[in-house]
Structure formats: C-alpha cells, structure tokens
C-alpha cells in the first residue's frame, strides 16, 4: 500500500507545453511538499503546504502553481515549460505542521525537450 | 554559507567496513535530524530521524547529533554492497515547516 504516491513516473514533453504532475498521501499526514532534485541529486523545497493552504514558496517562478483540493493531494502545474525545468521532483508528506520527518514519493522524471 | 554541508563523495569502501557518513549545519534552531537512503532512479527512504541531540540506533545504523558542534553523523556497520546508495542529511523545524537537505554523499561497497 504506497504511501506517497505520484503520477505519472515519466515525463517527456517539448518546450512551451503545459503540464501537471499529481500527488496523494495515505498517511493522514497535514503538511505536503514538492521538490526539485537537479542532475547533482540536490533536493531543494519548493513549495509546502499544511491543511491545504500555501505555507512555503521557495522563490519558484511563477510558472509552476501548486494546487492542494484537500490535505490528501497537492499536484503541480507548470505553465511554458523551459529546458532548465528538466529535473527530477518530488512530492512529499510529514505530519502536523512539517519541519519533521518526510515520507517521499517515486518521483517524477520531466525531461524538457 | 550552505545551511547543510555534506561531502558529496563518492565513498568507496569494502564489504565489512565501517562507514562514516557526516553534515554540517549552521542554524542552530533546527531540532530534528534525519538521514534518508536514495536508491538510483527511486525516492529518498527515511532511514533515520533523531530529536535533538543524542545517539539513536537502528540494527546496522547508528545516528549521532551533536547540537553544540552542528555536527550530525550516520554510521553504517558491517557495510553491504546493498548500501550502496546516496545518503542525504535533512534537517528540520517544526517552526520553519519544511526539511533542508544535505547535498547527499554516494556511498559505494564493493564485495
């Protein structure tokens, strides 16, 4: 029974298209995040939400928004995708408000074309 | 200054070793340390996860926290070639609502 689960795995997709990535959790957790890992395996936080609402945005460019329809899923849109957008992310959850452990998803491989 | 530093490796020891994976960090709020394995092409997998200072073990792994130094360490014993991963140190806040990550050292056993 996954725990964190994201959708779809694999991502290819030409410059200037739009895309969205899903995620949902099972584990009753109330904080989500989305992170960005590049080709150094560097894992940055990008945005944190709790109990629905926007508590994290780590200087994202405005082509990306998240959208969380309740505190089970968080999915991100990306507007005008852009070569550098190529990167490896990463939904994930903790319990109460964040800031401890995290349970990640698999992953979702965008490659920008 | 990063917050989280960590040697990015690669590691290379034999079967049996003793590994010494380390971070440093520079703010002295965070309270809770965690060390995640990340398997090639799959998600970092919480291995670890200690509250302020101390020593957790778990089997093969041991965490240490050093809060007066900011110094977090993982040791591995009796290292398996199924260790061979990338490590990443993450730490955290409840105050600051999300994890800072280490820059993940790669870790290679060879039988």
């Known amino acids: 029974d996954t725990a964190v689960s994201q959708t779809p795995k694999y991502l290819v997709t030409q410059m200037g298209n739009d895309k969205s990535i899903k995620c949902e959790q099972n584990?009753?957790?109330?904080?989500m995040y989305w992170y960005k890992q590049d080709s150094k395996k560097f894992l940055k936080i990008m945005f944190s939400y709790n109990n629905k609402e926007l508590i994290i945005n780590e200087t994202v460019p405005n082509r990306f928004s998240p959208k969380s329809p309740d505190k089970a899923h968080l999915n991100l849109h990306i507007n005008s995708l852009e070569l550098g957008d190529s990167a490896v992310y990463f939904c994930?959850?903790?319990?109460?408000?964040?800031?401890?452990?995290?349970?990640f998803g698999q992953g979702t491989r965008l490659t920008v074309v | 200054q990063k917050e989280v530093e960590q040697d990015p490796g690669p590691l290379s020891v034999p079967e049996g070793a003793i590994v010494s994976l380390n971070c440093t960090y520079s703010n002295s709020a965070f309270q809770y340390f965690m060390w995640y394995r990340q398997y090639s092409r799959k998600g970092p997998e919480l291995l670890m996860y200690t509250y302020s200072s101390g020593n957790k073990e778990d089997g093969r792994f041991t965490a240490q926290v050093d809060k007066s130094s900011k110094y977090i360490s993982l040791f591995i014993r009796d290292s398996q070639p199924s260790d061979s991963a990338t490590y990443l140190c993450?730490?955290?806040?409840?105050?600051?609502?999300?994890?800072?990550f280490g820059t993940g050292t790669r870790l290679l056993v060879s039988p």
């Open positions: 993450a730490i955290g806040d409840t105050g600051f609502q999300k994890l800072v």
């Open positions: 584990l009753g957790h109330d904080t």
């Open positions: 994930a959850s903790s319990p109460d408000t964040g800031g401890t452990e995290a349970f």
